[in-house]
């Protein structure tokens, strides 16, 4: 079993910046493919980014293309979202996820583990 905890979220304005993180529980979460969803009210969850476990491949929606980047650091179990020119339409509950296997996908059902999210807010 892996948990994970985001944190990082908060309420930025329009073109600004946030950074969010997720940390596992386990090391061995370290060779798991990681992935970013998010989900807004009235919404169902969607695909933002993932990242495979050396962190030589990442998969973005097109809604953040050039403006959102996932790294990851295996020797603190942490994976980041570096969100910039940020938008109103990208408000949403942020959720990390692991898949359990090394490569990344952009399916919600290849994850097994979610955390709870952190909130980002973007007002206009």
């Known amino acids: 079993q892996v948990q994970l905890v985001e944190s990082g979220g908060a309420l930025v304005q329009a073109g600004g910046s946030l950074r969010v993180s997720c940390i596992a529980s386990r090391r061995t979460a370290s060779t798991y493919a990681m992935g970013w969803f998010r989900q807004a009210p009235g919404k169902e969850r969607e695909f933002v980014v993932a990242i495979s476990y050396g962190g030589t491949h990442t998969y973005y929606a097109d809604a953040v293309k050039g403006r959102f980047t996932i790294s990851r650091d295996n020797a603190n179990n942490t994976v980041y979202l570096q969100m910039n020119n940020l938008k109103p339409e990208d408000t949403a509950l942020y959720y990390c996820?692991?898949?359990?296997?090394?490569?990344?996908?952009?399916?919600?059902?290849?994850?097994?583990?979610w955390g709870q999210g952190t909130q980002v807010t973007v007002s206009s």
């Open positions: 996820a692991a898949r359990g296997v090394t490569w990344p996908s952009g399916r919600e059902n290849d994850y097994l583990y």
